[in-house]
C-alpha cells in the first residue's frame, strides 16, 4: 500500500475511481493527498484518472478483499470495504475471513468480520471456539451460539450467558460455574435455570441481594421462609424487590420490618396495597353482597395471582 495517511474521505475519493475512472472533482485535501502520492493526477481536460500507480494499487486492494486478506490493508481501507463492499455469498473466502476475525489487530474488524460470517451462517463450531475469548463482548456473542459451552465457564458478561442460555447452548457444568461467577447478573441467570426441587440448595450458595433478584423474578418460590431469610441481610433494592413477591406474611414480621431501616421500602408497599384494596371496595359495591359475578371475578383473580 502506499505510504499515506489513509482516513475515510481519502479511501472513499480513491475507492470511487473504481467505479468511475475519468471524473471531474474538486481538489481538496484528500484529492491533494492522492495526487501527492502519485495514485491519481489531473488531465487536460481537468478531469481526474488513476496513475498507473493508483491502477496497481487499487487491483491490490481489490485482490486482498476478493481473497479475504484484509488483515494486510490499512484499518480504514478494511473498514471501507466491510461498510461499502458486499460479498457474493457463493464466493465468500470463508478461511480468510475467520482467520480476519480471529487474528485482526482491531477489534472492530474483527466484530466485522464475524459479522459477516454470521450473516451467511458460516460462523463455524472452530471458530466459533477460537472467538470465544475475544475481548470485545459483541463477538463473544455471536461466538456463543456455536462454540463449546465450556470455554464460557468464566465468562464476564450477562448478556454473553443470556444469549447461551437462550439458544440452549449450556449445560449443568455451565449452570455450577456460572453460579460462582462474580457478575451478580450471571448468577441470578443461572439461578433462574434451577429446577424446583433444588431451589434451596441454589439459593443458599447465594448472596441475600441475588436471593432477592432471583425470588423477584421467579414468584412462586417466594415462600414466606425464604422471604424473611433474605430479608435480614439484603439492601434496599433486595427488599424493595422482595415485598414485591411477599405472600402470607405473619405480622410479626410486618412489625419488626416496620422497626428497621426498610421501613419506606415496606411502607411503600402497604400504601399500594391501601390503594387497592380501597379501589376493591369501591368497585365491589356495585354488586350485591350475594352476587355470583362478583364472587367467579374473585375466584379468577385468586386463580391468577397463584
Given amino acids: 500500500m502506499s505510504d499515506i495517511n489513509w482516513n475515510e474521505t481519502a479511501v472513499y475519493e480513491f475507492m470511487r475511481f473504481e467505479r468511475e475512472p475519468e471524473r471531474r472533482v474538486f481538489p481538496d485535501r484528500d484529492i491533494t493527498k492522492l495526487a501527492k502520492a502519485g495514485l491519481i493526477q ?11 500507480t493508483g491502477e496497481d494499487e487499487l487491483a491490490n486492494i481489490r485482490q486482498h478483499f476478493n481473497s479475504g486478506k484484509l488483515s494486510e490493508l490499512p484499518l480504514k481501507v478494511r473498514n471501507y470495504y466491510f461498510d461499502w463492499r458486499v460479498y457474493d455469498e457463493k464466493k465468500l ?34 471458530t466459533s471456539n477460537g472467538l470465544s475469548h475475544d475481548e470485545d463482548y459483541q463477538i463473544r456473542l455471536m461466538a456463543a451460539k456455536n462454540a463449546d459451552p465450556h470455554l464460557f465457564f468464566e465468562e464476564s458478561d450477562e448478556r454473553v450467558v443470556k444469549t447461551l442460555i437462550y439458544n440452549h447452548n449450556f449445560d449443568k457444568e455451565c449452570v455450577e460455574h456460572w453460579l460462582d461467577n462474580p457478575n451478580s447478573q450471571i448468577r441470578v441467570q443461572a439461578a433462574l435455570l434451577t429446577e424446583d426441587g433444588k431451589v434451596d440448595e441454589v439459593l443458599s450458595r447465594l448472596n441475600p441481594q441475588d436471593v432477592a433478584h432471583v425470588l423477584a423474578c421467579k414468584p412462586q418460590w417466594a415462600t414466606c421462609e425464604r422471604v424473611m431469610n433474605a430479608w435480614e441481610n439484603a439492601d434496599e433494592v433486595g427488599r424493595y424487590r422482595l415485598v414485591k413477591v411477599m405472600r402470607d406474611m405473619p405480622d410479626s414480621f410486618i412489625n419488626q420490618a416496620f422497626e428497621s431501616d426498610a421501613y419506606m421500602a415496606l411502607h411503600d408497599r402497604l400504601e399500594e396495597y391501601r390503594e387497592a384494596v380501597r379501589q376493591v371496595l369501591e368497585l365491589g359495591s356495585m354488586f350485591s353482597k350475594d352476587s355470583e359475578i362478583r364472587r367467579k371475578i374473585w375466584e379468577r383473580a385468586e386463580r391468577e395471582i397463584g
Fill in 42 to 52: 489531473e488531465n487536460e481536460t481537468g478531469d481526474w484518472t488513476l496513475t498507473q
Fill in 93 to 126: 473466502p470463508v478461511k480468510e475471513l475467520s482467520k480476519v476475525a480471529l487474528h485482526d489487530r482491531s477489534a472492530e474488524i474483527r466484530k466485522k468480520a464475524a459479522t459477516m460470517l454470521n450473516k451467511f451462517s458460516k460462523l463455524d463450531k472452530e
